[in-house]
């Protein structure tokens, strides 16, 4: 079974950056083609950040330019660096993979003077 576990969220001013960690785990699961997503309070869950095998990435609009989305897989591991952070991504950041897995706990990232 596959275990994703999200880290590194927190409190942060509008401006700030946060660089969010999703370590998987699990039999013989790799860290190919993984996605970031978020859910703010009374909206849906949305994807942000895609990675391939590849290396090739994909952002939603309202993030390109300011997240940056990588892979280690020394550490079977994909970040999500988060630069000029705006109110607005004020959410609960989740990863996955297609097909989706359990969701983890996801880690939250409150942006707030």
């Known amino acids: 079974q596959v275990q994703l576990v999200e880290s590194g969220g927190g409190l942060v001013q509008p401006g700030g950056s946060l660089r969010l960690s999703c370590a998987a785990s699990?039999?013989?699961?790799?860290?190919?083609?993984m996605d970031w997503y978020r859910q703010a309070p009374g909206k849906e869950r949305e994807l942000v950040a895609s990675?391939?095998?590849?290396?090739?990435?994909a952002y939603a609009d309202t993030v390109k330019g300011r997240f940056t989305i990588s892979t280690d897989y020394a550490k079977n591991t994909v970040y999500l660096q988060m630069n000029s952070l705006k109110p607005e991504d004020t959410a609960v950041y989740y990863c996955?993979?297609?097909?989706?897995?359990?969701w983890g706990q996801g880690t939250q990232v409150t942006v707030s003077p």
């Open positions: 990675i391939s095998s590849g290396g090739s990435t």
């Open positions: 996955n993979t297609i097909p989706l897995k359990d």
């Open positions: 699990g039999s013989r699961f790799s860290v190919n083609d």
